[in-house]
């Protein structure tokens, strides 16, 4: 076995070993995440159940918002219906029209001025006792007061954000204490009159709406929701007459949420022993399951970008060798020819006739030009690669001048064609001289080597709005079956020992076109000339402004090199 299959072997070993390695590695790390899922440790599952916990009470919550939402809207409504009949009918009217039927939120409605005296808001109608109406309220008037200031802030319907005191002169308070508590909503009647509707302090049916909290316990035990207004005071709870814990009370766990866009919270608590997730809401082996499916993807994802890259490597080996043999084959070539040359003129030297000898030194020029195009190819190549091109120093350039000298450079060695060029007169490419000159001359080296036979070889340009287009096309053999990949570097357009001209090549020309146009905003491609025979390569750049002589604007014209 030779040292080379002996590298190769030995990397593809090392490579399977890797893959094992990570097969092995991930495999065990998924034992352990399943295991973990399966028994979780305390400290992860307390987080887990106070996730929970937040969850399920965040959920409850805005299951409850149409239901409240509902409440104040109707207190909106109601406390709107009782001003409008306030500004038709008058507020005693109003108030006793209210008063005399039940209603979803309110259970009375007073009519208030908002600038009695020191600033307390009067009582116009709707006192409990009549006597009391036109006097300004006193004791427990702020919560009254500051939702008649809101409305009229507002001008239109308000909701208290909060369960307030309210006075016993329109409000029905328990016996020893000096204010009844009551949940309101207001209307503004006109700019110093507001309607006000007063109900009880928790919405209807609230037991019915908080008994699905009992759910989040296994035994439904040792639950307590709890309904917050936006002032902290529990308002309504299951059972009644809960108060909210403390936070420092380790044996309660608690969680609270917002009810929709209000400043009223659901709150939840329930003995931390008794709190525990039901059987539904426990980690099932799904869980597991899909851990594993996932560890099994990504081992199959990296088995996948191994295979590719063991493929990459195998392709570039290859690539390597075509690549050693072109050099070695365009290499040796001249190399032959000049060895054998160089030898005969030292070995007979002297037997040679003056004649002979210019002969065999003139034979010697085409194989060292040879020579030098293809190192001189490769180096331009390696520096492209590795990015060490000078920037290219950006002109207007002429185009049919350029045109006719690369033509002409190709006519001595080229008798079997005939060049073509059909340029508009002034048009001008914005480009580095030399690189497009180099380019030009690439492309019609291609198209001569391609077309042994000879035939015609046009070169064009023509301006097409802001770019130029540049064009060279022969009657050739057209375009190999590989014509997407022709501009990547070292690769042929057909095989070394398949060539259809003498003239050699590494495969790194149009490789050096492209670059060079890239540097200099310009793009090349290829198009069919189908059903003709041959192909076109087709350049475009920016165009520079379009030069004039003698003041006179130059007709677009045509002219041929032809072997004489």
């Given at each position: 076995?030779t040292?080379?299959?002996k590298?190769?072997a030995g990397r593809g070993?090392?490579?399977w070993?890797?893959?094992?390695v990570a097969?092995?590695?991930?495999?065990v790390?998924g034992?352990?995440?399943?295991r973990?899922l399966?028994?979780p440790?305390?400290g992860i599952?307390?987080?887990?159940?106070?996730?929970?916990?937040f969850?399920?009470?965040?959920?409850?919550a805005?299951?409850?918002?149409?239901?409240?939402?509902?409440w104040l809207?109707?207190g909106?409504?109601?406390?709107?219906q009782?001003?409008?009949?306030?500004r038709?009918?008058g507020?005693?009217?109003a108030?006793?029209d209210y008063?005399?039927?039940?209603?979803?939120?309110?259970q009375?409605?007073?009519v208030?001025?908002r600038?009695g005296p020191n600033g307390?808001p009067?009582v116009l109608?709707?006192?409990?006792?009549?006597?009391?109406n036109?006097?300004?309220?006193?004791?427990?008037?702020?919560?009254?007061?500051?939702l008649a200031?809101?409305?009229l802030?507002?001008g239109?319907p308000v909701a208290a954000p909060?369960?307030?005191d309210?006075p016993?002169?329109?409000?029905?308070?328990p016996?020893?204490?000096?204010?009844?508590?009551a949940?309101?909503a207001a209307a503004?009647?006109d700019a110093d009159?507001?309607?006000?509707v007063?109900?009880?302090?928790?919405p209807?049916?609230?037991?019915?709406?908080?008994?699905?909290?009992?759910?989040l316990?296994a035994?439904?035990?040792n639950?307590w929701?709890l309904?917050?207004?936006?002032?902290?005071?529990?308002?309504?709870?299951v059972?009644?007459?809960l108060?909210k814990?403390?936070?420092?009370?380790?044996g309660?766990?608690?969680?609270?949420?917002l009810?929709?866009?209000t400043?009223?919270r659901?709150?939840?608590?329930?003995a931390?022993?008794?709190?525990?997730?039901?059987?539904?809401?426990?980690?099932?082996?799904?869980?597991?399951a899909?851990?594993a499916?996932?560890?099994?993807?990504?081992?199959?994802?990296?088995?996948?970008?191994?295979?590719?890259?063991?493929?990459?490597l195998?392709?570039?080996?290859?690539?390597r060798?075509e690549f050693l043999a072109?050099v070695?084959h365009?290499?040796r070539?001249?190399?032959t020819?000049?060895?054998g040359?160089?030898?005969?003129l030292?070995g007979?030297w002297?037997t040679?006739?003056e004649e002979?000898?210019?002969?065999?030194?003139?034979r010697?020029?085409p194989?060292t030009?040879r020579?030098?195009?293809?190192?001189?190819?490769?180096?331009?190549?390696?520096?492209?690669?590795?990015g060490?091109v000078?920037a290219?120093s950006?002109e207007?350039?002429?185009?049919?001048?350029?045109?006719?000298k690369v033509?002409?450079?190709?006519?001595a060695?080229?008798?079997?064609?005939?060049?073509?060029?059909?340029?508009?007169?002034?048009v001008?490419?914005?480009?580095?001289?030399k690189s497009?000159?180099?380019?030009?001359?690439?492309l019609?080296?291609?198209a001569v080597?391609?077309s042994?036979s000879g035939?015609?070889?046009?070169?064009?340009?023509?301006r097409?709005?802001?770019?130029?287009?540049l064009?060279?096309?022969d009657?050739g053999?057209g375009?190999?079956d590989t014509?997407?990949?022709?501009?990547?570097?070292f690769?042929?357009?057909?095989?070394v020992?398949?060539?259809?001209?003498a003239e050699?090549g590494?495969?790194?020309?149009l490789?050096?076109?492209?670059?060079?146009?890239?540097d200099?905003?310009?793009t090349?491609?290829?198009?069919?000339?189908?059903?003709?025979?041959?192909a076109?390569f087709?350049?475009?750049l920016?165009s520079?402004?379009m030069?004039?002589?003698?003041g006179a604007?130059l007709?677009r014209?045509?002219?041929?090199?032809?072997p004489?």
């Amino acid at each position: 076995m030779t040292s080379a299959r002996k590298r190769r072997a030995g990397r593809g070993v090392a490579g399977w070993t890797r893959l094992l390695v990570a097969v092995v590695l991930l495999a065990v790390v998924g034992v352990f995440a399943v295991r973990s899922l399966q028994s979780p440790e305390k400290g992860i599952d307390d987080v887990r159940l106070k996730r929970d916990r937040f969850d399920a009470t965040r959920a409850l919550a805005a299951s409850l918002v149409p239901w409240f939402q509902g409440w104040l809207q109707a207190g909106g409504d109601e406390a709107t219906q009782v001003a409008a009949t306030a500004r038709t009918a008058g507020p005693d009217r109003a108030v006793n029209d209210y008063n005399a039927k039940g209603h979803a939120f309110g259970q009375r409605a007073v009519v208030v001025r908002r600038s009695g005296p020191n600033g307390a808001p009067t009582v116009l109608a709707g006192a409990r006792n009549p006597g009391f109406n036109g006097i300004s309220l006193s004791d427990c008037a702020a919560g009254i007061d500051g939702l008649a200031q809101n409305a009229l802030r507002a001008g239109g319907p308000v909701a208290a954000p909060s369960v307030f005191d309210a006075p016993d002169r329109v409000w029905v308070k328990p016996d020893g204490v000096a204010c009844g508590r009551a949940m309101g909503a207001a209307a503004p009647v006109d700019a110093d009159r507001v309607a006000v509707v007063l109900g009880g302090p928790q919405p209807p049916d609230v037991a019915a709406h908080l008994a699905p909290v009992l759910n989040l316990a296994a035994t439904g035990k040792n639950v307590w929701p709890l309904l917050e207004d936006g002032a902290g005071q529990v308002v309504a709870s299951v059972p009644a007459g809960l108060q909210k814990h403390s936070s420092s009370d380790s044996g309660v766990v608690s969680a609270d949420a917002l009810i929709g866009q209000t400043s009223w919270r659901l709150v939840v608590e329930q003995a931390s022993a008794d709190f525990n997730l039901t059987e539904g809401q426990k980690p099932s082996s799904k869980a597991a399951a899909i851990v594993a499916a996932c560890f099994l993807f990504v081992i199959l994802v990296i088995a996948a970008f191994d295979v590719r890259r063991r493929r990459a490597l195998r392709r570039a080996d290859a690539d390597r060798a075509e690549f050693l043999a072109i050099v070695g084959h365009e290499l040796r070539t001249p190399l032959t020819v000049l060895k054998g040359f160089v030898e005969t003129l030292a070995g007979r030297w002297d037997t040679l006739e003056e004649e002979q000898r210019r002969n065999v030194v003139e034979r010697l020029l085409p194989q060292t030009r040879r020579l030098n195009r293809v190192v001189d190819r490769l180096l331009t190549a390696a520096d492209i690669q590795a990015g060490a091109v000078v920037a290219p120093s950006m002109e207007a350039v002429e185009l049919e001048p350029l045109l006719g000298k690369v033509a002409s450079q190709f006519k001595a060695i080229a008798p079997l064609h005939r060049f073509e060029i059909a340029a508009e007169p002034g048009v001008a490419a914005l480009a580095d001289r030399k690189s497009l000159e180099r380019v030009l001359e690439q492309l019609v080296d291609n198209a001569v080597k391609f077309s042994p036979s000879g035939g015609s070889v046009r070169l064009a340009a023509e301006r097409r709005k802001r770019r130029v287009e540049l064009t060279v096309e022969d009657e050739g053999v057209g375009l190999p079956d590989t014509r997407r990949k022709i501009f990547e570097a070292f690769v042929q357009g057909e095989a070394v020992d398949n060539r259809v001209h003498a003239e050699g090549g590494v495969g790194v020309g149009l490789f050096i076109v492209r670059a060079l146009l890239a540097d200099m905003g310009g793009t090349v491609g290829t198009e069919s000339r189908s059903p003709d025979p041959g192909a076109r390569f087709v350049v475009t750049l920016r165009s520079a402004p379009m030069t004039e002589r003698d003041g006179a604007p130059l007709a677009r014209r045509a002219r041929v090199h032809s072997p004489k």
